[in-house]
Every structure is written in structure tokens, then in C-alpha cells.
């Protein structure tokens, strides 16, 4: 094959050598972490529709919903894992949760982090290093599916929902409610499993597509 007609292929390698495309993330072997527990969260027993009537109860005390959500990544067998949090063995969830009057985004995720991640009163928790917002989604009306684009026509939507970046420091401590489960879950069992992880987490590996992965080895 001539030189007009051959491709180039991007070179990636893992350690301390520099990859020549995209944007290079560092990530962490699972190992380098420890995990405890903590005493366990109240969940709420409601139906669909009493969840929509609360819903629409905080929509017309405070407007627009905006929730925060982490994308956190370890290495386990070669591979980029994302960590999740479980509850009733069948429901996951990414780390976050809902603004406060107020609060920034990333001072409502840092919060979040904390008190579902962190021991109570533990004074070497971490500062969350947050980086940049990954997608956003958008619920156009209370009953309805989270989209990852908000249609022309809607002009009041319901709830927002953003995903950032949240980069592991080489070793830390996660401290879980005893009734949740912090899992860590290659991204190729996410990608496309709406049915198990639904919409949102199944996409976070096509988010994560324009970064190159760089596996500090422990």
C-alpha cells in the first residue's frame, strides 16, 4: 500500500509515557482504595404517581430540578471501571444529588460526595476535585423520561441533571451508608445496558470517548 493511502494510528501507552491524542485521564487500580460503612440512609417507599406530586409540589416552590451526578473511575483487569452506588440490589445510581437554594453546582456535588461518601465529622475528608461537565439531560415534564437534549418546544422544563468528571487522587477512603453498595463497573457492562443502569449511566461511556485512559500502575 502506498504512503497517500496508509492511516496513521494513534500510539496509547499506559504508565508514565505522554499519549499523543485526546485528552489524557489518569486513573487509579481499585486497590489503591479502602471502603468502610456508615450508619444507613432513609429511603423513600413512594409510587410513581407520589412521586410526580412531589415533584410538581418542589417545581412550584422552587422551580427547575437540577441534580449533579459524578463520574468517578478506578482500574480493575486492565480495564476502566466506573463506581456506582446500589441500593434494593437492583437500582444504580452515580454519586450526586439535588441543588440547595442557592448552591452552586459544584458546591452541591462536593456536599453530596461527602455525606454519602465520607465518614460523619471525618475532618480528612476529601476536597472533591471536580472537573469538567460531561452532558446534561432534561426532563421535559414531570412524567416524563430523562432526554440528553431539551426540544425547542419545551419551554419550562422539569428537572435538569449534569454529569461531571470527578478525578481520584491516588488513594482514598470511601466511608458508604450501610444499606447502599459502592460498586466499581467496567464500562464495557455499561455501555448500551439502558435496561439494567437506564439512560444516563448506560451513556457515560460515549461520554468518556474523547478521553484516552492512562492506568497509574500501583
Not at 422552587?62 to 456506582?84: D, I, N, S, Y
Not at 452506588?85 to 437554594?101: D, E, F, H, V, W
Not at 458508604?176 to 455499561?190: D, E, G, I, S, T
Amino acid at each position: 500500500m502506498s504512503r497517500d493511502h496508509q492511516t496513521d494510528l494513534p500510539q496509547v501507552q499506559n504508565g508514565s509515557s505522554v499519549q499523543n491524542y485526546g485528552n489524557v485521564l489518569d486513573i487509579y487500580p481499585l486497590n489503591c482504595y479502602y471502603f468502610g460503612s456508615k450508619e444507613a440512609v432513609p429511603f423513600k417507599d413512594e409510587t410513581t404517581s407520589d412521586r410526580i406530586l412531589r415533584m410538581k409540589f418542589n417545581y412550584d416552590a422552587h422551580g427547575l430540578r437540577t441534580c449533579v451526578q459524578a463520574v468517578m473511575l478506578v482500574e480493575l483487569f486492565k480495564h476502566p471501571h466506573v463506581l456506582l452506588l446500589q441500593a434494593r440490589n437492583s437500582i444504580y445510581k452515580l454519586p450526586g444529588g439535588r441543588l440547595r437554594t442557592g448552591e452552586s453546582d459544584i458546591q452541591c456535588l462536593k456536599r453530596k460526595l461527602s455525606s454519602k461518601l465520607s465518614a460523619v465529622g471525618d475532618c480528612s475528608a476529601p476536597d472533591w476535585e471536580v472537573g469538567e461537565c460531561l452532558g446534561m439531560w432534561w426532563r421535559p415534564d414531570f412524567d416524563a423520561l430523562l432526554y440528553p437534549y431539551l426540544s425547542p418546544n419545551i419551554k419550562r422544563p422539569k428537572e435538569c441533571t449534569k454529569l461531571f468528571l470527578v478525578k481520584l487522587p491516588e488513594s482514598q477512603k470511601f466511608t458508604v451508608p450501610r444499606n447502599l453498595k459502592l460498586l466499581a463497573v467496567p464500562l464495557c457492562q455499561l455501555h448500551e445496558n439502558h435496561k439494567t443502569y437506564g439512560p444516563i449511566i448506560s451513556g457515560v461511556p460515549q461520554l468518556l470517548s474523547k478521553f484516552s485512559f492512562n492506568i497509574i500502575e500501583s
